[in-house]
């Protein structure tokens, strides 16, 4: 449950020390600061979305059988 977390927080570092802010998720949050790749939020959850989706579906096949 934690896994998440710590690939945000590895993105937010890497693109911190690249000085690519604009690229870290921990900006699009923040209101004000704007988004100037729109695309990375999209692509983000394009592959998010579909991924969740999947592991949910799947584990949930898993438990559901008696």
């Known amino acids: 449950m934690i896994f998440p977390f710590f690939v945000q ?3 937010h570092v890497i693109c911190t020390i690249t000085n ?3 690229y ?3 900006y699009w949050v923040q ?3 704007g988004i100037v790749a729109w695309w990375i939020p999209v692509v ?3 592959i998010g979305i579909p991924v969740t ?3 949910f579906m799947k584990k949930g096949a ?3 059988v008696f």
Do not use: T, W
């Open 62 to 64: 898993k438990e559901d």
């Open 44 to 46: 983000s959850m394009g």
């Open 53 to 55: 989706f999947f592991v």
């Open 9 to 11: 927080l590895i993105l």
């Open 31 to 33: 209101p004000g600061h």
């Open 20 to 22: 690519h802010i604009d």
């Open 24 to 26: 870290s998720s921990v």
